[in-house]
């Protein structure tokens, strides 16, 4: 979540999230549930009801702030709902199904097309008619639902890349390397000169996923990922193959134990100068090496295929959802047109070093070397991805793909298990 005090981590709380995600029959198993908001807006015409899950401190007065400018442009009120963000993953279907806010916070991906296909959701294409030259392609196109409609509003996110400490690269020697064959090379000169040449640390449980991701976004392609998360490929075909048949090449560049190893830890090795790469979000380890970002650099997952190269950038995108029957549908439709814009996500920056706005006419004079780099990686794609979880059913992302990939990493050489394993719940989840 966005408000977590750590990253907000694409699988923070995954199990509750499953249950806000499901139906009845999840949420029949959680007691107690209420609504996120208070109903939403009076319908006096004044007042634009926000959801939010922004509740940790720093987040909280950040988007008070944003609202509170919105307030003295615009001469409408905010009432801000705030739910703490794991409970209101948990609670969000039963809360879409009641009387939410106006405005709610949310993500791009699956998760926000589950709900608009779900007649949950307003429909915001029109109001894209007038954000749209706010956002690339790329971003409308994680913005759009199933039905070809947009139904989100971009706010800020971050890229998933390699990070690496030039200072630690420049004493070696080490170049960035432009395909796959230069990456494992590169990491088998990293093992011979005694560092760990892949940081790993997948107690947390989700890190790897973002793996599979890059290497499957390499080597078939986003068309293929997109499909493969829907559910609609074989998880036992070739080309799923092909990936862990990739995978397993990167393996002997892993820091060892990665299973009993947090997050973390795992940048830790980074900022000491223990390790060599990284593959992890900027806001997780911009976190961790807050006072380092000045040594601090990444770089594209490398080519697999040259049919797809670099194209596809994974950049989980956060933002804001329309009611289906908002108490004060201008109003809410107001407040995310300012919330599309650069003012609004740049004064919620000034407390997050490390994400970067979502609209592209944001001025980037104030951001730092770090965040303008983010900038120019997330523009320059053709194609963006959310993360394995957002871009999937949560049930397949917290059973199948989690422990399949644990399984995978702790006997590689048992591949045909593990997918199988995974065709075997995909099919069940998506096909029931």
């Not at 705030?82 to 199904?97: A, V």
């Not at 494992?184 to 107690?203: F, Y």
């Not at 059913?393 to 917290?398: E, I, L, S, T, V």
């Amino acid at each position: 979540m966005a408000n977590s005090p750590l990253p907000p981590n694409p699988l923070l709380g995954r199990r509750t999230v499953l249950k806000g995600l499901l139906g009845a029959s999840a949420l029949a198993a959680v007691p107690g549930l209420a609504a996120c908001g208070s109903g939403g807006s009076a319908g006096d015409g004044k007042t634009v009801s926000f959801g939010s899950n922004y509740s940790d401190a720093v987040p909280r007065e950040g988007i008070a702030a944003v609202m509170e400018t919105f307030k003295q442009q615009n001469g409408l009120e905010v009432k801000i709902n705030t739910k703490d963000h794991e409970t209101y993953q948990q609670q969000i279907n039963n809360y879409l199904q009641g009387r939410p806010d106006d405005v709610w916070s949310w993500f791009a991906g699956y998760r926000m097309r589950f709900f608009a296909s779900k007649n949950l959701a307003g429909d915001l294409s029109d109001l894209w008619q007038t954000i749209g030259d706010n956002f690339t392609p790329a971003q409308k196109e994680a913005a759009t639902g199933s039905d070809g409609k947009q139904y989100f509003v971009p706010f800020y996110s971050y890229p998933w890349a390699v990070f690496y400490r030039p200072s630690i690269w420049q004493q070696r020697g080490y170049q960035v390397p432009k395909t796959f064959d230069e990456l494992i090379a590169l990491g088998g000169k990293m093992k011979s000169d005694g560092l760990a040449p892949m940081a790993v640390g997948q107690k947390n449980g989700w890190p790897q996923l973002g793996t599979f991701d890059q290497l499957n976004l390499r080597t078939n392609g986003y068309e293929f990922h997109v499909s493969l998360m829907a559910g609609k490929e074989d998880w036992q075909g070739k080309k799923v193959r092909d990936v862990f048949d990739n995978w397993k090449r990167m393996l002997p560049l892993y820091q060892e134990n990665p299973l009993g190893r947090e997050w973390q830890e795992a940048a830790q090795t980074i900022q000491q100068g223990k390790g060599g790469m990284m593959i992890v979000g900027a806001q997780q380890i911009g976190q961790q090496m807050k006072n380092e970002l000045n040594d601090l650099d990444f770089f594209a997952f490398p080519e697999i295929n040259p049919t797809f190269g670099t194209d596809t950038v994974e950049a989980p995108i956060d933002g804001f959802m329309l009611a289906k029957k908002p108490g004060n549908e201008e109003g809410a439709r107001k407040l995310l047109t300012y919330l599309a814009g650069p003012a609004a996500q740049l004064a919620y920056l000034k407390t997050d070093p490390v994400t970067i706005a979502a609209s592209g006419k944001a001025d980037t004079s104030g951001y730092n070397e770090l965040q303008k780099k983010c900038v120019k990686f997330v523009a320059e794609a053709k194609h963006i991805t959310q993360f394995l979880d957002r871009d999937t059913d949560p049930r397949f992302a917290n059973d199948a793909a989690i422990n399949g990939i644990n399984a995978f990493l702790t006997n590689p050489n048992d591949v045909d298990s593990v997918l199988k394993g995974m065709a075997d719940q995909a099919k069940n989840i998506f096909t029931g």
